[in-house]
């Protein structure tokens, strides 16, 4: 390749730096300013002028520094090691940078994001002679106890083995030699790719497998999809992080890509120093040993933040390719559009709403399409799913917000929150009168085989008491409840016990924080069972006030405190709900 | 030696173009000098090719295009740090306003500091109490937080602030905070209140402040809060210091800001404050933290009074995104004479709960304060539903919520200026309240607690009585 010529600075202005004399150079191409050696990269051409947003702080740079491209697009590292790290938005790793140079982030630190030196055990799944194409495994890494990395050829290559290693090996060092059409390709562990660039795969398939998060609003009335999308918007203060950070918790995914994009120091912290601790319900590993964090949090240059969301999501494609279930959150995809406007405004493009540059909408969309349920490249059939859940932080709570409405054009999920629910502490805040998923009838089919025949029904009969309270309320308000017929203040109390026995959770409990699909299952039923017996309490002239008062409604509340292991127990709640009301019946 | 240029092109605003320069960085400091022989400092916004846009930090008033001089200093804007910063008082620009003599630098800090790395931090979770039973209690501020207090026009801010400087102390050590006071456009008066109230409690000794008052230059507003947070960082992660950073008034900081963007002509955002304003809003506000391996912390509590009390106005709605909460002060409970006036159900700590409990707090505190929250939420509907149908409709048990919405009110979140309630004496006011109702009622609490809590609350409350 021959070396391209150096360009001289000209203009800077906050992030965004112009240069002259960069003929050669291609968009989106990653070049390096100044001798302090900035990251920057391309994103405007105009004859050899290059404006270049620049990943660092730019202050102290001047018209006449040079600047030196490197004729590559903006990458990603992906091999072994990519797991438990924590990158800033353009993947350098923080903790070595503290090593590096201390507490606060200086400029110009340039640090592999994979390391070099260490060694990992690679397995070999393949033999010599074997012919291999793009997205084969060729061997496994076991990176943490809970995950076995796959080695994968990279996509676009074919060819037939003519050795393959086994051992100890840098992610650089060569362990297969292939013999393509080309010529003779050594294949190390790690792979380079750009990150703008979406990762192959074979095809996209229907998202039929609903991704557990163990939130109950959520996988009982509003699921995602394996493979699926869906979004958070609300108000400061109503919970967008606890429910990222739940799902990032909980969900069954093998791998969890948790992106921190302009938002606190202080949550990635708490990321960092919480996930080592939580066990994975599943594997009762640590949670740390399946997640990959990138933060680049408010007060990092903001050109690195607007390239965050497609690092992470880019390390979750190579994740995916491996055949694994992988889940990405995004707090918060706001962020990242301001990221953009403020780019767009320095190059004095023209805006669109709100001052958002005009390609806002497309550059969402594209990115939530990177998601999907997916046969992956190779020869034998594996599938991969990406799951992206975006939060959305909308001025003033406001949903007209042009980041909300392009969202909202391509996600199937809805999580709305309210700040309303979060005054009145009803956690997560998520309201179940406006939120929606259009998965709901592709899970049906999954949830009937795998939970219960029933179980979408009773979600449906759920739906309709709390759409009825919701009637219900408007009249109580108006005239008082002592004009309701005993089968609506029936009908209040029920919605009531869903609102707060089932909905209502509390992240920071230990049993509560998590609910299997199956106790959901239960706890539902138990609280629908209540209205049965209620109603059938009603017909034989049961008063209302003794169904509102009876005892057992104390041991539905804590129903949802029941260990896992314990599910027996709803039984005899029960049939202690047949007791008592046949109690009532008898006296009536 | 650095060149002089004369050679301004035009003055717009607080901003020069200066031609034919040679060399200038980025955010350089600028001196000017005026033809009166006053000089002034800069900073460079902007540089392109020959011609660099300055901001002039005491404004344009007097510069002229053909004497002025212009000088780039090679650096940005720098503090010169010590600790015999403690006990003085500064101008915006960190220059010493009390007449006392310049410091003597231990060292040199640029004011903008550098991004602190996420994986450096360590998570605040040790209890600050402040002696105020609405905070304490319910929205409970912990080391390293950043907790605004959002507030309007003619309410007690400035006073709630000064209780806090005052009162604050890391519980069991009885550690006191050193206080970094920025301020600024606020009036004369309010800085009085506040270097008085300093000085009367002998607070002053450990506190800085830096003092831009409202008629002075607008652009200086801009350095203000990144000089004391640089101060700031020296006293707690240079000297181990836990530093509290008060803020007055933010709002009047993000109009500065507003002031340069419109003359730099650049594309509005909302209510014409630039695109930016989160971004920049964050790099002062995330300087707030605790570091792993240091002793210091650095408490923010910046104070912005919401125009109209709106809530969604840009300044509050950008300062939520960034804080770990809000303390929210309410014009009705302020007429109710109810001091601190603090708005309870839309206030909010976000790291309370990894700072109170057994060994920080008590055991009983995260129960109790939920309790006392849905309590307190139900009573206030009942209220309303009252306001609507009369008190006569509700139902016996919401007469109770009703009740003691009312008494929450009165004898939980309002206190004395000067009286500081140890978080025990909260903690118990809390179960003394809750006697009101049955205690099947008490549904956030675990049973465990309420062995051990409720009894004690219901004899309280018949002494009381």
């Given at each position: 390749m021959e070396k391209l010529k150096e360009g001289r600075i000209v203009k800077v202005s906050g992030p965004l730096v112009v240069a002259e004399g960069m003929a050669g150079a291609k968009m989106y191409d990653v070049v390096r300013v100044s001798e302090m050696n900035l990251i920057g990269e391309i994103i405007r051409l105009e004859r050899d002028m290059a404006s270049i947003q620049v990943y660092e702080e730019t202050g102290g740079i001047g018209p006449g520094e040079p600047v030196y491209p490197t004729?590559?697009?903006?990458s990603v590292e992906l091999g072994p090691g990519l797991i438990e790290s924590i990158y800033d938005g353009i993947q350098r790793p923080l903790n070595l940078i503290r090593d590096a140079v201390g507490d606060n982030i200086s400029r110009g630190v340039s640090l592999p994001a994979l390391s070099r030196e260490k060694r990992w055990k690679f397995t070999p799944l393949r033999k010599v002679g074997e012919l291999v194409k793009g997205g084969d495994h060729l061997g496994e890494v076991e990176?943490?106890?809970?995950l076995l990395h796959k080695i994968l050829l990279p996509p676009g290559m074919e060819g037939r083995i003519i050795e393959i290693k086994e051992g100890e090996f840098t992610v650089t060092d060569p362990i297969v030699r292939v013999e393509t059409k080309e010529g003779i390709v050594e294949v190390p562990m790690m792979q380079i790719w750009p990150v703008r660039k979406l990762r192959p795969y074979r095809e996209k398939l229907s998202p039929l497998i609903p991704l557990s998060t163990g939130q109950r609003v959520i996988d009982t009335f509003f699921p995602i999809s394996k493979g699926g999308t869906a979004c958070v918007p609300g108000p400061f203060g109503s919970g967008k992080t606890v429910v990222q950070h739940q799902l990032a918790k909980w969900s069954d995914a093998d791998v969890i890509v948790y992106i921190g994009c302009g938002e606190r120091g202080n949550e990635m912290t708490d990321v960092l120093m919480e996930f080592p601790q939580l066990k994975d319900p599943r594997s009762d590993e640590p949670l740390s040993k399946r997640t990959v964090l990138i933060a680049n949090t408010s007060n990092m240059p903001v050109a690195a933040r607007e390239a965050s969301v497609y690092t992470g999501i880019t390390i979750a494609e190579y994740f995916r390719d491996m055949g694994y279930s992988v889940a990405v959150m995004a707090d918060s995809t706001s962020r990242w559009a301001e990221a953009m406007r403020e780019i767009s405004g320095r190059l004095e493009e023209m805006p669109g709403?709100?001052?958002?540059?005009?390609y806002l909408g497309a550059r969402i969309a594209a990115f939530y399409e990177r998601a999907g349920r997916v046969t992956c490249l190779g020869s034998d059939t594996k599938e991969g799913a990406l799951s992206v859940i975006g939060a959305v932080s909308p001025p003033g709570g406001d949903l007209s917000d042009p980041v909300v409405q392009a969202t909202l054009r391509v996600v199937k999920v809805f999580w709305s929150l309210e700040d309303r629910l979060a005054y009145r502490r009803h956690f997560p805040a998520i309201s179940w009168l406006n939120s929606y998923s259009l998965y709901v009838e592709n899970l049906e089919e999954y949830l009937k085989k795998e939970v219960a025949e029933d179980f979408p029904d009773l979600r449906g009969e759920a739906m309709r008491l709390l759409e009825g309270e919701a009637e219900l309320e408007e009249i109580v308000r108006l005239v008082g409840i002592d004009s309701l017929s005993t089968s609506d203040r029936l009908i209040l109390e029920v919605a009531r016990s869903i609102r707060e026995d089932f909905l209502h959770q509390n992240a920071f409990h230990d049993e509560d924080t998590y609910t299997s699909l199956k106790k959901q299952y239960r706890i539902l039923k138990l609280i629908l069972h209540f209205y049965e017996r209620g109603k059938d309490g009603l017909k034989r002239g049961v008063p209302i006030q003794k169904i509102e008062e009876i005892s057992v409604k104390g041991q539905i509340a804590r129903a949802k405190y029941i260990p896992e292991d314990e599910l027996e127990k709803f039984a005899e709640i029960e049939g202690e709900i047949d007791k008592e009301m046949g109690n009532l019946m008898a006296k009536g | 030696m650095q060149k002089e240029y004369r050679t301004i092109a035009s003055i717009v605003g607080p901003l020069l173009f200066v031609e034919g320069v040679e060399g200038v960085k980025y955010g350089e400091l600028v001196g000017v000098e005026l033809p009166s022989g006053e000089k002034r400092r800069g900073q460079v916004l902007e540089v392109e090719r020959d011609k660099a846009l300055v901001q002039v930090f005491e404004g344009?008033?007097?510069?002229?295009?053909?004497?002025t001089k212009i000088r780039f200093l090679a650096k940005g804007l720098e503090l010169p740090l010590s600790m015999d910063l403690l006990g003085r008082v500064f101008s915006g620009l960190g220059e010493p306003k009390d007449g006392g003599p310049r410091i003597l630098p231990e060292r040199w800090a640029d004011i903008n500091g550098a991004p602190i790395n996420p994986y450096a931090r360590n998570y605040p979770n040790e209890f600050i109490q402040t002696g105020i039973s609405a905070i304490d209690g319910l929205n409970t501020l912990v080391r390293g937080q950043k907790l605004p207090i959002f507030s309007g026009s003619g309410l007690p801010h400035n006073r709630l602030a000064a209780q806090i400087g005052r009162q604050a102390e890391v519980l069991g050590t009885g550690e006191t905070f050193a206080v970094v006071f920025a301020a600024m456009g606020i009036t004369f008066e309010e800085a009085q209140f506040f270097i008085e109230d300093f000085r009367r409690t002998g607070a002053i000794e450990r506190a800085v402040l830096f003092i831009n008052l409202a008629h002075e230059p607008t652009i200086e507003r801009i350095a203000t809060p990144r000089v004391a947070f640089t101060a700031a960082e020296y006293l707690a992660f240079a000297k181990g210091m836990h530093v509290l950073v008060i803020a007055t008034d933010m709002t009047n900081y993000c109009e500065a800001l507003r002031e340069v963007a419109a003359a730099r002509r650049e594309i509005p955002?909302?209510?014409?404050?630039?695109?930016y304003l989160y971004t920049d809003l964050a790099s002062i506000y995330e300087r707030a933290g605790r570091l792993k391996g240091k002793k210091g912390s650095i408490t923010f509590i910046p104070i912005l009074t919401m125009p109209e009390d709106d809530k969604t106005h840009p300044i509050p709605d950008l300062t939520g995104y960034i804080t770990e909460g809000q303390i929210i002060l309410s014009r009705v409970l302020h007429r109710k004479k109810i001091y601190p006036p603090v708005d309870v159900l839309p206030s909010l700590s976000r790291l309370k709960d990894k700072g109170i409990g057994e060994g920080k707090t008590r055991d009983d505190h995260a129960d109790l304060f939920n309790q006392l929250f849905a309590a307190y939420a139900r009573g206030k509907e009942a209220q309303e539903l009252a306001v609507i149908l009369g008190e006569g409709a509700l139902s016996e048990m919401d007469r109770i919520y009703f009740r003691f919405a009312e008494v929450f009110e009165r004898r939980y979140v309002s206190q004395e200026e000067f009286e500081n309630r140890s978080i025990e004496k909260t903690l118990d006011l809390g179960w003394e309240l809750l006697a009101l109702f049955p205690r099947s009622e008490l549904k956030r609490v675990r049973e465990v607690i309420l062995d051990k809590y409720f009894e004690n609350g219901v004899r309280k409350s018949k002494e009381t009585a």
């Open positions: 004729g590559a697009p903006l990176e943490t106890s809970i709403e709100e001052g958002y540059p005009a | 344009t008033t007097g510069i002229d295009i053909p004497e955002g909302r209510r014409g404050y630039p695109g």
